[in-house]
């Protein structure tokens, strides 16, 4: 959160970087969980295209489509206040024309309100990141391991361990900082090379399985809740276990409609005496009240 409360843009989080204040990013992807971790002072809201995998199903972020991407930023915005939002650019827009990449920009803040969009690449993206900026639209940019091409780069390992990867994705993040980006995610690179990158450009970093150097931190709300995700990255650090507790939950709901324990009298509505009597002639055990 701001220091001061107020809503927070990217101007604030420029100014954390200098002034080395940690950015708190999380992911966020309804109304509840907007407003939750909204609430509990994350600076930044990501409606991570991660949606595919844990709130939807799927089996890597591929199927996302805009129009889910728009329906759940909107639900996001209407449970946060005060944090930035900052929605994905699903699987290739970026790399459709500047045109096609700007409509969809465009839609993910007009439609769904998002405050910046999050566009998986380098070199590659530029131009079409570069048309949302000049648009008005904030970019942020995201290196290292990209979940949408995660065929190209053969599962999802750690990138930058060799010289040429390394170079490349410093070189990456540079040109990020040139064309205008506001910050940039980091996923699984070695501490030391997001280390290096976060030196070497002003823009704030924030890392995802890329070490205690970077600027800010993400995580995935399922995972740091350990609500449903099956996925237990070695980066990822569990704060709760929301998904034992729901599980415990509805199981002693079941059992309890099971049993004829749920529910009490006090979960019901009631007619007067009186109304019983005009509606049934009195008689006890009539239908409305089920004799109670
Ligand atoms: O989609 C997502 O949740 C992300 C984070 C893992 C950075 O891109």
């Given at each position: 959160?701001?220091?001061?409360?107020e809503?927070?843009t990217?101007r604030?989080?420029?100014?954390?970087k200098?002034e080395e204040?940690?950015?708190?990013?999380?992911?966020?992807?309804?109304?509840?969980?907007?407003?939750?971790?909204?609430?509990?002072?994350?600076?930044?809201?990501?409606v991570?295209?991660?949606l595919?995998?844990?709130v939807?199903?799927?089996?890597?972020?591929?199927?996302?489509t805009?129009?889910?991407?728009?329906?759940?930023?909107?639900?996001v915005?209407?449970?946060?206040?005060r944090?930035?939002?900052v929605?994905d650019?699903?699987?290739?827009?970026?790399?459709l024309?500047?045109?096609?990449?700007?409509?969809?920009?465009?839609?993910?803040?007009?439609?769904g309100?998002?405050?910046?969009?999050?566009?998986?690449?380098?070199?590659?993206?530029?131009?079409?990141?570069?048309a949302?900026?000049?648009?008005?639209?904030p970019?942020?940019?995201?290196?290292g391991?990209?979940?949408?091409?995660v065929?190209?780069?053969?599962?999802?390992?750690?990138?930058?361990?060799?010289k040429?990867?390394?170079?490349k994705?410093?070189?990456d993040?540079?040109?990020?900082?040139e064309c205008?980006?506001?910050?940039?995610?980091?996923?699984?690179?070695?501490?030391?090379?997001?280390?290096?990158i976060?030196?070497?450009?002003?823009?704030p970093?924030?890392?995802?399985?890329a070490?205690?150097?970077?600027?800010?931190q993400?995580l995935?709300?399922?995972?740091?809740?350990?609500?449903?995700s099956?996925?237990?990255?070695?980066?990822?650090?569990?704060?709760a276990?929301?998904g034992?507790?729901?599980?415990?939950?509805?199981?002693?709901?079941?059992?309890?409609?099971?049993q004829?324990?749920?529910?009490?009298?006090?979960?019901?509505?009631?007619?007067?005496?009186?109304?019983?009597?005009?509606l049934?002639?009195g008689?006890?055990?009539?239908?409305?009240?089920?004799?109670?």
């Amino acid at each position: 959160m701001s220091a001061t409360g107020e809503k927070v843009t990217v101007r604030t989080l420029q100014k954390m970087k200098e002034e080395e204040r940690p950015i708190a990013m999380i992911t966020a992807y309804d109304y509840p969980s907007g407003k939750l971790a909204d609430q509990a002072g994350a600076d930044i809201l990501l409606v991570g295209d991660s949606l595919g995998m844990v709130v939807l199903g799927y089996d890597s972020t591929i199927a996302v489509t805009l129009e889910d991407m728009i329906h759940h930023t909107k639900a996001v915005v209407r449970g946060a206040q005060r944090s930035l939002i900052v929605t994905d650019l699903p699987f290739l827009t970026a790399h459709l024309s500047r045109e096609e990449v700007l409509k969809a920009a465009g839609k993910l803040v007009q439609e769904g309100g998002a405050h910046a969009v999050k566009i998986e690449g380098g070199e590659e993206i530029l131009s079409g990141a570069k048309a949302c900026i000049q648009a008005g639209i904030p970019v942020m940019g995201h290196l290292g391991l990209t979940p949408q091409s995660v065929h190209q780069l053969g599962g999802y390992r750690v990138q930058g361990r060799d010289k040429e990867t390394a170079a490349k994705l410093l070189r990456d993040a540079q040109l990020l900082e040139e064309c205008g980006a506001f910050a940039l995610v980091l996923e699984c690179v070695p501490t030391e090379l997001s280390d290096e990158i976060s030196k070497s450009v002003s823009i704030p970093t924030i890392g995802i399985g890329a070490g205690g150097s970077c600027d800010g931190q993400v995580l995935v709300y399922h995972d740091i809740l350990q609500y449903g995700s099956n996925l237990q990255p070695s980066f990822v650090k569990k704060y709760a276990f929301v998904g034992d507790q729901i599980l415990e939950g509805i199981q002693h709901y079941v059992r309890e409609v099971r049993q004829r324990v749920f529910p009490e009298k006090k979960h019901g509505f009631h007619l007067s005496s009186q109304q019983v009597k005009d509606l049934y002639g009195g008689k006890p055990g009539g239908t409305m009240d089920g004799g109670r």
